[in-house]
């Protein structure tokens, strides 16, 4: 998404800003520097992102994992120890090979320590998203198509 549809979503200054694993190459999205790159295995981002070191209580950081090819089999224990690194919100995204990967991810939402948005990605994967707020989810995902 371009920086001019978040400043037409979110207005003039856009707080709306996603998180980004810093091994990621480059920017898919375009966003021009309007990125949060944090790593998740620290929690630490760098220096130069929007709101780093920020006293602002309406900063927040989302710590991300993204696996494109399946769900791991280490998912819970990633969830966790995501969620000991204190964030404001953990996001998980998984790519679904079985319809059953949906119900493994939506119960990361049963009683979390952290609040975490977790969906899995593909077609198999879309009841996730949508069922997520049932489960607990603050919030979920989409593209606007």
């Known amino acids: ?30 966003l021009n520097g309007s990125v949060i790159r944090i790593d998740p ?3 630490e981002g760098l220096s ?7 006293t602002d209580r309406n900063v927040r950081r989302i710590v991300s994992y993204h696996n494109r090819h399946e769900v791991p089999d280490d998912l819970e224990q990633i969830h966790v120890r995501m969620c ?3 964030p404001d919100i953990v996001k998980i995204a998984v790519r679904a090979q079985f319809a059953s990967d949906n119900l493994r991810v939506l119960k990361l939402h049963e009683h979390p320590p952290r609040p975490t948005v977790a969906f899995c990605m593909g077609d198999l994967g879309f009841p996730s998203r949508i069922l997520g707020a049932k489960y607990g989810a603050p919030f979920t995902y989409a593209a606007f198509n």
Request: hydrophobic share 30%; no cysteine; net charge negative.
């Open 48 to 54: 130069d992102n929007p709101g780093a070191g920020s």
């Open 1 to 30: 998404m371009r920086d001019h549809y978040l400043r037409e979503l979110f207005g003039e200054d856009p707080m709306a800003l996603r998180a980004q694993d810093l091994r990621s190459s480059g920017d898919p999205a375009g």
């Open 41 to 43: 295995q620290t929690g």
């Open 84 to 86: 000991r690194l204190d």
